[in-house]
């Protein structure tokens, strides 16, 4: 099914080799502190080797002569492909099998390992997949399989990238590559602040990923000149949030005052999607706080087309991989499987480009894969369908983010995302005359 794929190959370029033209560009770098929590890097050497000195090649191509005096490589892709998730991961399997077809590494053999979704399986496939000769796991894809899978694979000395969102689990041989919310958090931040937005109320479910952001933003927003005015925690998974809001918006003070269009903030952070994103823009508007007054922003959990329409998050900001990267993905995806893409589809899309690169590269400068952590870590990143990533020290991914809004129904991106982790270099200046 793959070879019906007539679309123009997809570019997966280490950032490095493009470092020299960023650097005469006044435009486009991202360079900004970061604000996810300290993980200790472990020293995990790879079973490949030791780490690289960072020194890459060019993005010359490996001609066909070339690549059949090149060993094989395996790589194995650890998925739910049975139980109650197994559309995401066949999904997410096709997506890998594209990257592999876009990339053109005849050299390189994936192993699907089914997880079946659980701890339990979670093992026996990384197990099986070790046996099978994996050089580099990618996945699973659930924090728990993940928690599973990590020792065995430490122990064989192999390194595995997840795509779980659980950064705890980052460290030693494992990289987690799922969309963390610490960036977007300070891409949101720096914008709002950058926009005119000075004050910011916080309503966030009282969850490990609510009090995570509030925490990023409580770091962020002093470097933004933004004040916090008012922070409010709710029960997750709360029925009546009617009475949250009304008080996190001092309505009845308000209204004891007279003075129920006075807004306590320019803008609310509401680190929430799906059904609470509707209910909570609904019922700022009833307390007398409407899109027009209060800007409502997000983190990636905005990242619903089906929340574009809502009149009460119109002109919402949220910052996110910019969806203008992986349209042609999304549409010869549906062109082919005749079905929409999932979200996290993209993520084993660009797991799969980056070991096929790696691969390349390591066979042509020392004939074996590049898959030791000085490669993956390299500082320069990595370009996929999702925008620009590079994995910090402590194995999360950072991300290069847009960000977007919701405007007219339709999810519009107002800043595009960088296209490189390099800092631009001002212009010289002009000497001055002396007299």
Same mark, same amino acid.
């Given at each position: 099914?793959?070879?019906?794929?007539?679309?123009?190959?997809?570019?997966?370029?280490?950032?490095?080799?493009?470092?020299?033209?960023?650097?005469?560009?006044?435009?486009?770098?991202?360079?900004?502190?970061?604000?996810?929590?300290?993980?200790?890097?472990?020293?995990?050497?790879?079973?490949?080797?030791?780490?690289?000195?960072?020194?890459?090649?060019?993005?010359?191509?490996?001609?066909?002569?070339?690549?059949?005096?090149?060993?094989?490589?395996? @790589? +194995?892709? $650890?998925? !739910?492909? =049975?139980?109650?998730?197994?559309?995401? /991961?066949?999904?997410?399997?096709? &997506? %890998?099998?594209?990257?592999?077809?876009?990339?053109?590494?005849?050299?390189?053999?994936?192993?699907?390992?089914?997880?079946?979704?659980?701890?339990?399986?979670?093992?026996?496939?990384?197990?099986?997949?070790?046996?099978?000769?994996?050089?580099?796991?990618?996945?699973?894809?659930?924090?728990?399989?993940?928690?599973?899978?990590?020792?065995?694979?430490?122990?064989?000395?192999?390194?595995?990238?997840?795509?779980?969102?659980?950064?705890?689990?980052?460290?030693?041989?494992?990289?987690?590559?799922?969309?963390?919310?610490?960036?977007?958090?300070?891409?949101?931040?720096?914008?709002?602040?950058?926009?005119?937005?000075?004050? @910011? +109320?916080? $309503?966030? !479910?009282? =969850?490990?990923?609510?009090?995570?952001? /509030?925490?990023?933003?409580?770091? &962020? %927003?002093?470097?933004?000149?933004?004040?916090?005015?008012?922070?409010?925690?709710?029960?997750?998974?709360?029925?009546?949030?009617?009475?949250?809001?009304?008080?996190?918006?001092?309505?009845?003070?308000?209204?004891?005052?007279?003075?129920?269009?006075?807004?306590?903030?320019?803008?609310?952070?509401?680190?929430?999607?799906?059904?609470?994103?509707?209910?909570?823009?609904?019922?700022?508007?009833?307390?007398?706080?409407?899109?027009?007054?209060?800007?409502?922003?997000?983190?990636?959990?905005?990242?619903?087309?089906?929340?574009?329409?809502?009149?009460?998050?119109?002109?919402?900001?949220?910052?996110?991989?910019?969806?203008?990267?992986?349209?042609?993905?999304?549409?010869?995806?549906?062109?082919?499987?005749?079905?929409?893409?999932?979200?996290?589809?993209?993520?084993?899309?660009?797991?799969?480009?980056?070991?096929?690169?790696?691969?390349?590269?390591?066979?042509?400068?020392?004939?074996?894969?590049?898959?030791?952590?000085?490669?993956?870590?390299?500082?320069?990143?990595?370009?996929?369908?999702?925008?620009?990533?590079?994995?910090?020290?402590?194995?999360?991914?950072?991300?290069?983010?847009?960000?977007?809004?919701?405007?007219?129904?339709?999810?519009?991106?107002?800043?595009?995302?960088?296209?490189?982790?390099?800092?631009?270099?001002?212009?010289?200046?002009?000497?001055?005359?002396?007299?």
């Amino acid at each position: 099914m793959i070879q019906t794929f007539k679309a123009a190959f997809v570019s997966f370029l280490l950032i490095a080799s493009l470092s020299t033209l960023n650097a005469c560009q006044t435009g486009g770098g991202y360079n900004r502190s970061s604000t996810a929590p300290s993980v200790p890097a472990q020293s995990n050497p790879s079973a490949l080797g030791q780490p690289s000195t960072g020194q890459l090649l060019g993005d010359s191509a490996i001609n066909a002569q070339q690549q059949q005096n090149l060993p094989p490589v395996k @790589v +194995g892709i $650890l998925l !739910p492909l =049975t139980g109650q998730n197994k559309r995401l /991961g066949d999904a997410m399997l096709k &997506a %890998a099998q594209m990257a592999l077809f876009d990339i053109g590494h005849s050299n390189l053999e994936l192993i699907p390992r089914d997880t079946k979704g659980t701890p339990e399986g979670a093992r026996a496939a990384t197990k099986s997949a070790i046996d099978g000769g994996a050089q580099l796991i990618l996945g699973p894809v659930f924090a728990a399989s993940v928690r599973a899978a990590k020792p065995i694979a430490g122990s064989a000395r192999i390194n595995m990238i997840a795509f779980s969102t659980d950064w705890t689990l980052a460290g030693g041989n494992t990289y987690i590559m799922g969309f963390l919310p610490f960036d977007q958090v300070e891409r949101i931040t720096e914008f709002a602040g950058r926009s005119g937005i000075a004050r @910011v +109320g916080v $309503l966030a !479910p009282e =969850t490990s990923y609510g009090r995570l952001v /509030g925490e990023s933003f409580r770091n &962020a %927003a002093p470097r933004n000149n933004i004040a916090i005015t008012q922070t409010v925690n709710f029960p997750a998974n709360s029925t009546n949030l009617a009475p949250i809001v009304r008080s996190f918006t001092r309505f009845d003070e308000r209204e004891a005052a007279g003075v129920l269009t006075k807004t306590p903030f320019d803008a609310v952070l509401m680190p929430v999607g799906s059904q609470e994103a509707r209910a909570i823009g609904s019922l700022l508007t009833h307390y007398e706080l409407p899109p027009r007054s209060v800007r409502r922003l997000g983190t990636g959990l905005m990242d619903e087309a089906s929340l574009a329409s809502e009149a009460n998050l119109e002109g919402t900001w949220f910052a996110a991989p910019s969806p203008n990267s992986r349209k042609n993905f999304e549409n010869r995806f549906i062109s082919t499987y005749g079905t929409r893409a999932p979200r996290l589809s993209s993520l084993a899309f660009d797991a799969t480009a980056l070991a096929a690169v790696l691969a390349k590269r390591g066979l042509t400068a020392h004939g074996r894969p590049s898959f030791d952590h000085g490669s993956i870590r390299n500082p320069n990143g990595f370009s996929g369908l999702d925008g620009i990533f590079r994995f910090r020290p402590n194995n999360t991914a950072e991300r290069g983010l847009a960000v977007l809004e919701f405007r007219g129904g339709q999810i519009t991106v107002i800043d595009e995302a960088p296209k490189t982790f390099q800092r631009p270099q001002a212009l010289p200046q002009k000497p001055q005359p002396q007299y």
